[in-house]
């Protein structure tokens, strides 16, 4: 190997540390403040060990109903969001190409928004028709920009299609509907599961725009901001590291379903 190669292979096991330090510190960090008995979430000084952070954190009934609460604005972002993006994404797609560039900028116009003018607005158009904030303005004014996202998933997507297979099957005597159940919709379902997973992603974290339009309703994201100004505690970081955990078992599961799926298939053909 020469000098050369041995500087460049150097240089990118260094970049590579130095990117996957950045990403993982500040988790790993926050997970070690949760076993640290410090009343605050910090890691030095290191005070003793301790799992009284859990059990505080099962008696916050304060904290479970703003956990509740995003996730019944989750399930409706994406109840919402998926059909209303793969709807826009199957239109945008099918349109020419001169006309495609200008919807396209249309359509993902509200991603581009600051969520800050998306809360705002919409809580200004929905009092005109007399609904205050709450979980259905919520839901509406997350999914404004949601959308977008399970979109751009789709038309990622839609453009490996092979159109073939929708002619010849319209050609043998099926109909639309049959065809984007029996063809369309498996071919999509991989995109459609990341998108669903992405929306609630984006639901549980937004804050901007769930701030201005949640009337009485506490998310979880906007509880934490309030215990950030009245006094945080290690139990904010305990909840934290279980959504952690939670996360990275359901990408090991998904992926481990993906490769046995994968090694099926492979034995079929």
């Not at 330090?21 to 008995?37: E, G, H, I, K």
């Not at 995003?70 to 994406?78: H, I, L, T």
């Not at 200008?102 to 116009?109: E, G, N, Q, R, T």
């Amino acid at each position: 190997m020469s000098t050369a190669d041995r500087i460049a292979r150097w240089m990118f096991t260094a970049y590579m540390v130095v990117f996957f330090a950045y990403l993982f510190m500040p988790l790993l960090v926050m997970s070690a403040a949760t076993f640290n008995t410090s009343r605050f979430p910090t890691v030095t000084p290191w005070q003793g060990t301790t799992l009284k952070w859990f059990a505080e954190l099962w008696a916050d009934a304060a904290m479970w109903r703003a956990v509740w609460t995003s996730v019944v604005v989750a399930f409706f972002v994406v109840l919402v969001s998926l059909p209303v993006g793969t709807a826009a994404a199957l239109l945008l797609t099918s349109l020419h190409a001169r006309a495609r560039g200008f919807f396209y900028a249309l359509m993902v116009s509200p991603l581009l928004t600051p969520g800050v003018v998306v809360g705002i607005s919409t809580l200004v158009l929905w009092r005109q028709l007399n609904v205050g904030g709450g979980t259905f303005l919520i839901v509406v004014a997350q999914s404004t920009f949601i959308i977008c996202y399970v979109m751009l998933m789709v038309v990622a997507r839609l453009q490996r299609f092979d159109r073939t297979q929708e002619e010849a099957a319209l050609g043998l005597g099926a109909s639309r509907v049959m065809v984007f159940r029996r063809i369309m919709l498996p071919y999509l379902k991989p995109s459609l599961i990341a998108a669903a997973f992405l929306a609630i992603l984006q639901s549980v974290e937004n804050y901007n725009t769930t701030l201005f339009v949640r009337g009485f309703e506490t998310p979880l994201t906007v509880f934490i901001a309030t215990k950030v100004r009245t006094g945080l505690t290690p139990a904010v970081n305990a909840l934290a590291l279980i959504m952690i955990v939670m996360t990275v078992l359901g990408a090991i599961a998904y992926e481990i379903a993906r490769r046995r799926q994968a090694a099926a298939k492979d034995e079929r053909s």
